[in-house]
């Protein structure tokens, strides 16, 4: 049985965040779930796709976020407690249907776990989501520890159905992945059908419908910010005259800096965990008992601009500041430290900072940046793009693993904006310059938001080429299924999409499918594309290994090894492909059999066939 599905009510159990959040959901009845994976998310659904194969959930992996929204909106809609996940980038994607979800509202509960990613881990943006929740006039609750994400999910359920709207719940890296022990509830039944009543003249969103949907919105935005003003999320702790602002993560900063410090007796801390609405007469009376105000929140100065708009209004003249006081900044995340010294410096108070331990006589770290791993397909095939295409091609790139490609050796990344951009990018190349131009997309992100782009190149007559990198799952976040995976071995029976079909029921005439640790069929198949006067799609197949270990699909093959006695200390291995497999001992080039997976994509790089398989 999973251990999300213990149901040992008052029982404690170390919990990460997003384990946190999907037990909380599982404690609220939530019956129907879907997501399109995205680091700091992506442990949710993970959860949820296991503990589908042995319960009434109902879960899927969308083919993208405005997918999950949609899918989700029809059940929420029917009466199902629904949650959608996804990370800061992805609600971009769903951002469409979830400004129109505000007006029709939902019957059953929907949550929307909003991850963001302050210091930008792993997205190509540390985007300030609080801006949807006042776009949308959606409300948005921040849990600021493990056991709270627990909590207020189950809480959003509630308050989602009570207004009968989605409610957001937005997290950060930092707390989606931290651990604590959280006490867990009852687990509620799944209701696993309802019935959808019709209602066109609300749900059918043409304008005379909307406007008067507009105005229930703001009927129920008021409810909400009743709510805010009066629930148990937003608080004040403390009774001095120092005031000080806090969520999410941020005010487990505060507390602690506080402590630290000294000065509870001095100190008032509002604690935002209901944040929009903003409970403005909660704030005001805030404002009005306390002398001066510092406003502690990562990324943009969300809460500061909102008290200060509150301030005016009730001409409260407190001084209010946040972002430029020491080192609270618009950029990345902060740190105890960093919150402790702002605190003491705004204060004024008699403050040195611990010395940091001395490490000046020992040396620098070496560099370890990102690599393909040893073995993975993606290598092999830019390594036969470049030796046809050379340096001077625009190579448009996307979101996933293989974004990597921009990193030397390899160096074959100019342009990534988001998901599925590097065909639609590669169209816009094409027509403005009269260079070469091939784009790269991997599996997952073609079916997420490449598909459009390639309907555009083949109706506008762009020219370029287009390679999918196909290793057979969604590798960055963690090995989840897409539309082009065989689910088999991983125990689902789900239907598979040939994307060669797909891209020949597109209108592309000039396909080729490689697989690219065959380096010399490969490189013939990319040679035949530069003249075509037209699209070209190279698909290029091979499992990525980690995904085919774990799924038992891993074909074994015996490690390489450099004959030292044949090696002319070329490097074309380490200088071309720069697989992690590979090390320099002294001055000549090694493989570390441990890493290496037998793929021979180095052996048949070297020009003096120094490279063969081991024996035995």
């Known amino acids: 049985m999973h251990k999300l599905l213990t149901d040992t009510p008052g029982k404690e159990m170390l919990l990460l965040g997003n384990e946190a959040i999907a037990r909380g959901a599982l ?36 083919t993208n976020e405005k997918v999950a ?58 985007q300030d989501n609080r801006f949807y929740a006042r776009l949308s006039s959606l409300p948005m609750l921040e849990p600021t520890n493990v056991q709270e994400m627990k909590d207020m999910t189950i809480a959003a359920f509630d308050l989602s159905e009570e207004l009968a709207l989605p409610v957001i ?8 992945h931290i651990r604590a022990a959280v006490e867990l509830g009852e687990l509620k039944p799944v209701k696993a059908k309802d019935t959808f009543q019709k209602n066109p003249f609300h749900f059918v969103c043409v304008p005379a419908v909307s406007r008067n949907l507009h105005k229930l919105l703001l009927e129920k935005y008021d409810r909400a910010l009743e709510k805010s003003e009066n629930g148990p999320h937003n608080q004040i702790i403390g009774d001095g005259k120092w005031g000080i602002v806090a969520n999410g993560v941020s005010f487990n900063y505060v507390r602690d800096a506080v402590s630290d410090l000294g000065i509870g007796d001095k100190v008032s801390i509002l604690k935002l965990g209901f944040s929009w609405p903003m409970p403005k007469d909660l704030c005001s009376r805030f404002l009005k008992h306390v002398d001066k105000v510092l406003v502690v929140e990562e990324l943009e100065p969300v809460n500061e601009n909102d008290l200060k708009a509150i301030a005016q209004e009730n001409g409260i003249i407190t001084p209010i500041k946040g972002k430029g006081v020491s080192g609270l900044s618009r950029l990345f995340e902060y740190d105890p430290g960093l919150v402790r010294q702002t605190i003491a410096e705004y204060f004024g108070l008699d403050y040195t900072a611990p010395e940091m331990t001395d490490l000046s006589d020992l040396p620098a770290l070496p560099g370890r940046p990102p690599n393909l791993c040893a073995g993975c397909p993606h290598r092999a095939s830019y390594y036969a793009v470049k030796q046809v295409y050379g340096p001077d091609t625009i190579y448009p790139t996307d979101i996933g693993c293989y974004t990597l490609g921009l990193l030397p050796p390899i160096s074959m990344a100019d342009l990534v904006i988001c998901m599925g951009s590097s065909v639609s990018t590669g ?70 999409i040939s994307i060669e079909e797909l891209v020949r029921g597109l209108g592309v005439k000039d396909i080729h499918v490689v697989k690219p640790f065959k380096l010399k069929k490969t490189i013939e198949a990319v040679r035949a594309t530069m003249e075509y006067d037209g699209i070209s799609v190279i698909i290029s197949k091979e499992f990525c290994p980690l995904f085919a270990k774990a799924t038992g699909q891993f074909k074994k093959t015996k490690p390489f090894y450099v004959n030292q006695n044949k090696c002319k200390n070329h490097r074309d291995c380490i200088n071309l492909l720069a697989c992690p497999a590979m090390f320099l001992e002294g001055d000549q080039v090694e493989i570390d059999k441990t890493l290496c997976i037998g793929c021979s994509v180095c052996a048949q790089v070297c020009p003096e066939n120094a490279i063969l398989p081991m024996k035995g």
Do not use: W
């Open 427 to 496: 169209c816009g190349f094409s027509r403005a310059t009269d260079q070469k131009v091939v784009s790269f997309i991997g599996d997952s992100t073609f079916f997420h938001s490449g598909i459009t782009g390639l309907v555009n190149a083949v109706h506008n007559n762009h020219k370029f080429t287009l390679v999918i990198l196909d290793n057979g799952t969604t590798a960055m976040t963690g090995h989840q299924p897409h539309p082009g995976v065989n689910t088999d071995p991983m125990g689902v029976e789900l239907t598979q």
């Open 169 to 176: 719940i937005r997290t950060t890296t930092r707390l989606n």
């Open 69 to 126: 929204m949609e899918v989700g909106a029809g059940a929420a809609i029917s009466g199902l407690r629904t949650m959608v996940t996804l990370k800061h980038v992805g609600l971009n994607v769903a951002a469409d249907p979830l400004m129109t979800l505000a007006y029709t509202g939902i019957k059953g509960g929907m949550v929307i776990i909003n991850a963001d990613d302050p210091s930008l881990f792993s997205s190509q943006n540390e």
């Open 27 to 62: 404690e609220a009845g939530v019956s129907f779930a879907t997501c399109y994976p995205g680091t700091p998310s992506s442990e949710i659904p993970e959860n949820f796709f296991k503990i589908s194969q042995e319960s009434d959930l109902y879960f899927e992996y969308s």
